[in-house]
């Protein structure tokens, strides 16, 4: 299993799928132990300081990329040849390179991911100088940004990894574990574990009816819970005594009936993990692991459990950027994935369709613990863009019209949050990147 740090996957485009935009900051060079870590970690032995690299041109790249190819003497002949049979020769050593370079990854790879198919030689070169330089951005002008995957058609078109970070590496999803059980009460809803969204939440937790003194405690539905309407004051904290406690979370005043007021409220995402992992009589994280992640080819991830043993609904579960970006696909392909339906597409169609106006911490409209774009910011648009977001800017954001999926992850602290660098990035270099790829 990946642990937060593992530098497996560092280096630059000749070390990671397709050979595109990828670079992930990071010293390839820099001298391991036998233990993993650097060797002027403490207790390591001294080593010789190298000399710094001077950056290499862009042919000397390519020419790195696709070694026993004679690169070199393509090159140093191509300047004598017309305009167009360089052009050609250049987009052939790209489509070689990617290849050579799928091959080369797919066995670090394969293990826990399925390969995204390659792009065409064309729409490789053509993704190398529209992605070119982002990640130097990334790395200089986003520093809350830790890591991007971006996938358009179904192939992968860029990512970026900081230093530390590879693309199995375990990050911290915060809130989007919402968005992620929601998938999971579709699927028991396909199984007919959960009966129906507008099931009462107290067949499942009937401690919620018995304590509460409140006869509004008698009307939630799992469809309350799902929007985000149960009618209790918002609580965006997390406490690991609370989080998973059934008595403290159903206890709560009510401010509003079931259905009528939009709060945030990490309380009732935690009330309806309980309640599915009632209703399909196993751990919330077993449950994703057999019908959700091991379908997706997700094979590592975690799920923080509460001080009573439940797993949590608000946060808590860790995924790589890659799985996040399944997750996404899943998502915008309204459930299904491949020939198979592992979420009904009528729930999954409520999900990121808009259920109420929403509030903060978005601002935005909400569906299923999904956000939902205010508007559709392409004309014709059909479906807007709907999002996973969690707290200081981790993000799996779905813009179905381009048939476009990012995750993205950041620090979590409230600055990076305040900040908003990622979607700033994918709303901005991301997209643009991404439209003009398609036309």
Same mark, same amino acid.
């Given at each position: =299993?990946?642990?937060?740090?593992?530098?497996?996957?560092?280096?630059?485009?000749?070390?990671? *799928?397709?050979?595109?935009?990828?670079?992930?900051?990071?010293?390839?060079?820099?001298?391991?132990?036998?233990?993993?870590?650097?060797?002027?970690?403490?207790?390591?032995?001294? %080593?010789? /300081? %190298?000399? *710094?690299?001077?950056?290499?041109?862009?042919? $000397?790249?390519?020419?790195?990329?696709?070694?026993?190819?004679?690169?070199?003497?393509?090159?140093?002949?191509?300047?004598?040849?017309?305009?167009?049979?360089?052009?050609?020769?250049?987009?052939?050593?790209?489509?070689?390179?990617?290849?050579?370079?799928?091959?080369?990854?797919?066995?670090?790879?394969?293990?826990? +991911?399925?390969?995204?198919?390659?792009?065409?030689?064309?729409?490789?070169?053509?993704?190398?100088?529209?992605?070119?330089?982002?990640?130097?951005?990334?790395?200089? %002008?986003? !520093?809350?940004?830790?890591?991007?995957?971006?996938?358009?058609?179904?192939?992968?078109?860029?990512?970026?990894?900081?230093?530390?970070?590879?693309?199995?590496?375990?990050?911290?999803?915060?809130?989007?574990?919402?968005?992620?059980?929601?998938?999971?009460?579709?699927?028991?809803?396909?199984?007919?574990?959960?009966?129906?969204?507008?099931?009462?939440?107290?067949?499942?937790?009937?401690?919620?009816?018995? #304590? +509460?003194?409140?006869?509004? #405690?008698?009307?939630?539905?799992?469809? +309350?819970?799902? !929007? =985000?309407?149960?009618?209790? /004051?918002?609580?965006?904290?997390?406490? $690991?005594?609370?989080?998973?406690?059934?008595?403290?979370?159903? $206890?709560?005043?009510?401010?509003?009936? *079931?259905?009528?007021?939009?709060?945030?409220?990490?309380?009732?995402?935690?009330?309806? #993990?309980?309640?599915?992992?009632?209703?399909? &009589?196993?751990?919330?994280?077993?449950?994703?692991?057999?019908?959700?992640?091991?379908?997706?080819?997700?094979?590592?991830?975690?799920?923080?459990? @509460?001080?009573?043993?439940?797993?949590? @609904?608000?946060?808590?579960?860790?995924?790589?950027?890659?799985?996040?970006?399944?997750?996404?696909?899943?998502?915008?392909?309204?459930?299904?994935? @491949?020939?198979?339906?592992?979420?009904?597409?009528?729930?999954? $169609?409520?999900?990121?369709?808009?259920?109420?106006?929403?509030?903060?911490?978005?601002?935005?409209?909400?569906?299923?613990?999904?956000?939902?774009?205010?508007?559709?910011?392409?004309? &014709?648009?059909?479906?807007?863009?709907?999002?996973?977001?969690? +707290?200081? &800017?981790?993000?799996?954001?779905?813009?179905?019209?381009?048939?476009?999926?990012?995750?993205?992850?950041?620090?979590?602290?409230? %600055?990076? =949050?305040?900040?908003?660098?990622?979607?700033?990035?994918?709303?901005?270099?991301?997209?643009?990147?991404?439209?003009?790829?398609?036309?």
């Amino acid at each position: =299993m990946a642990r937060e740090g593992d530098l497996s996957s560092r280096g630059y485009a000749e070390d990671l *799928p397709l050979g595109i935009a990828t670079q992930v900051a990071d010293n390839a060079n820099a001298p391991i132990t036998k233990k993993g870590t650097n060797a002027d970690s403490a207790g390591a032995l001294p %080593q010789k /300081p %190298q000399k *710094p690299q001077k950056p290499q041109k862009q042919r $000397r790249v390519f020419m790195k990329m696709v070694p026993g190819l004679g690169a070199q003497k393509v090159f140093g002949v191509a300047w004598f040849l017309p305009t167009w049979l360089r052009a050609f020769l250049l987009t052939l050593l790209v489509a070689t390179a990617s290849a050579a370079l799928a091959q080369k990854s797919s066995s670090a790879t394969a293990a826990s +991911h399925a390969e995204w198919p390659q792009l065409s030689p064309g729409k490789a070169a053509k993704a190398l100088q529209l992605f070119g330089g982002l990640a130097t951005r990334i790395e200089s %002008q986003y !520093t809350d940004v830790r890591s991007v995957v971006v996938v358009q058609d179904g192939q992968l078109t860029f990512e970026y990894y900081r230093r530390g970070i590879a693309a199995d590496t375990l990050q911290d999803t915060q809130s989007v574990t919402k968005s992620v059980l929601a998938l999971l009460v579709g699927q028991a809803l396909k199984s007919g574990q959960i009966k129906r969204v507008d099931q009462l939440v107290a067949e499942l937790v009937p401690e919620l009816a018995r #304590a +509460h003194p409140d006869p509004r #405690a008698s009307q939630l539905r799992i469809a +309350h819970l799902l !929007t =985000m309407t149960a009618g209790w /004051p918002g609580a965006q904290f997390s406490q $690991r005594d609370l989080d998973d406690n059934v008595a403290w979370i159903t $206890r709560r005043p009510f401010v509003a009936s *079931p259905g009528n007021q939009f709060n945030y409220d990490n309380g009732a995402a935690n009330l309806l #993990a309980i309640a599915l992992s009632r209703a399909v &009589g196993k751990p919330v994280s077993e449950f994703a692991r057999e019908q959700l992640f091991t379908p997706l080819g997700i094979r590592h991830f975690s799920w923080a459990k @509460g001080a009573n043993g439940y797993d949590l @609904g608000a946060l808590g579960l860790r995924l790589g950027t890659r799985d996040m970006a399944r997750l996404g696909e899943l998502a915008l392909g309204q459930g299904k994935w @491949g020939s198979n339906t592992l979420v009904p597409s009528e729930f999954m $169609r409520a999900a990121t369709s808009t259920r109420n106006s929403g509030g903060p911490p978005l601002g935005t409209p909400y569906g299923y613990l999904w956000w939902v774009a205010n508007s559709a910011p392409d004309r &014709g648009a059909t479906h807007k863009p709907f999002v996973a977001s969690g +707290h200081g &800017g981790q993000w799996i954001w779905v813009y179905p019209e381009l048939n476009l999926v990012v995750a993205a992850t950041s620090n979590t602290s409230p %600055q990076s =949050m305040a900040r908003g660098q990622a979607i700033t990035l994918i709303r901005t270099q991301i997209l643009q990147a991404s439209r003009a790829l398609v036309k």
